[in-house]
């Protein structure tokens, strides 16, 4: 507008872009046994969607508009076609099933279901619904911290599931149809769900520096049993003397030849320092 001559300047210049890294509700995924359970305890027609979301990471607007003839069931070759007009960006995209979610959409599909057909007449599910399975499933709704589980928390569990099967990133961030990596590093990924703990355990030892730790312990070890056996040999030479107010103490020898020898050779006494007079 301002290098077409139709404003003066820009009023908009000082304001910023909204960072869309930063998640403005705290969202949680599905562990692997929590959608074991939903699947179970939902009815089939809002089973089917809670695994297409939680596997293929498919918009709740997404679900609600997919027809038979986006949905391939070939096997080896299963996958999804978003449409340009249905998905969120505005782009087409191709989106592989995994076996589970092949077998349970050829166990759905109506015999006379045509390809201009809806995959689901009701829609996907809405939130109030969703809780309701929740509820059944025993799956909490909020955690202990705070975070929620929606329906959109699905979208965050199939990213989360895909890092911890060790997808290469560029290939979760294609799937997850994302322009900014920081988006399905950072926002979209739960990392209570991590295998962090693991995959440190799983890391082979340092060779070097484990040579360096043994022989570092078996050098204690061998201190330590010395100390054990000076102690007992300690205990063996202690006797038994007696001070001014005829209570009994436990001297070694050394240490008693050591006060013989403070006793013969005493400090010499010093005396504080004088002001001189002027």
């Given at each position: 507008?301002?290098?077409?001559?139709?404003?003066?300047?820009?009023?908009?210049?000082?304001?910023g872009?909204?960072?869309q890294?930063?998640?403005?509700?705290?969202?949680?995924?599905?562990?692997?046994?929590?959608?074991?359970?939903?699947?179970?305890?939902?009815?089939?027609?809002?089973?089917?969607?809670?695994?297409?979301?939680?596997?293929?990471?498919?918009?709740?607007?997404?679900?609600?508009?997919?027809?038979?003839?986006?949905?391939?069931?070939?096997?080896?070759?299963?996958?999804?076609?978003?449409?340009?007009?249905?998905?969120?960006?505005?782009?087409?995209?191709?989106?592989?099933?995994?076996?589970?979610?092949?077998i349970?959409?050829?166990?759905?599909?109506?015999?006379?279901?045509?390809?201009?057909?809806?995959?689901?007449?009701k829609?996907?599910?809405?939130?109030?619904?969703?809780?309701?399975?929740?509820?059944?499933?025993?799956?909490?709704?909020?955690?202990?911290a705070?975070?929620?589980?929606?329906f959109?928390?699905?979208?965050?569990?199939?990213?989360?599931?895909?890092?911890?099967?060790?997808?290469?990133?560029?290939?979760?961030?294609?799937?997850?149809?994302?322009?900014?990596?920081?988006?399905?590093?950072?926002?979209?990924?739960?990392?209570?769900?991590?295998?962090?703990?693991?995959?440190?355990?799983?890391?082979s030892?340092?060779?070097?520096?484990?040579?360096?730790?043994?022989?570092?312990?078996?050098?204690?070890c061998?201190?330590?049993?010395?100390?054990?056996?000076?102690?007992?040999?300690?205990?063996?030479?202690?006797?038994?003397?007696?001070?001014?107010?005829?209570?009994?103490?436990?001297?070694?020898?050394?240490?008693?030849?050591?006060?013989?020898?403070?006793?013969?050779?005493?400090?010499?006494?010093?005396?504080?320092?004088?002001?001189?007079r002027?």
């Open positions: 507008m301002v290098r077409q001559g139709r404003l003066a300047f820009n009023s908009l210049k000082a304001v872009k909204v960072d890294t930063v998640s403005t509700r705290e969202r949680r995924a599905f562990a692997d046994d929590e959608i074991c359970c939903l699947v179970e305890c939902s009815p089939q027609y809002r089973r089917v969607p809670y695994l297409m979301s939680a596997r293929t990471g498919l918009w709740h607007g997404e679900l609600s508009q997919l027809l038979w003839g986006d949905i391939v069931l070939d096997e080896g070759n299963s996958h999804v076609r978003v449409r340009a007009s249905i998905s969120k960006n505005k782009k087409k995209a191709r989106i592989p099933l995994i076996q589970e979610s092949e349970l959409l050829a166990e759905f599909r109506p015999v006379s279901a045509g390809d201009a057909d809806k995959v689901f007449v829609g996907a599910p809405m939130c109030r619904t969703l809780r309701k399975d929740l509820e059944a499933a025993d799956i909490p709704y909020v955690d202990g705070g975070s929620c589980a929606d959109h928390s699905l979208r965050y569990t199939f990213n989360t599931w895909m890092q911890r099967k060790g997808f290469v990133p560029r290939v979760a961030q294609e799937l997850m149809r994302h322009s900014d990596r920081r988006l399905t590093d950072k926002v979209y990924t739960d990392v209570n769900l991590l295998p962090l703990q693991q995959s440190m355990r799983n890391i030892q340092d060779a070097p520096l484990m040579h360096i730790l043994m022989h570092i312990c078996g050098k204690t061998r201190n330590e049993s010395r100390v054990v056996a000076i102690d007992q040999s300690s205990e063996t030479t202690e006797t038994s003397v007696t001070v001014g107010d005829r209570r009994e103490l436990s001297q070694s020898d050394d240490l008693r030849v050591w006060w013989r020898w403070r006793e013969s050779n005493p400090r010499p006494v010093i005396l504080p320092r004088q002001r001189l002027t």
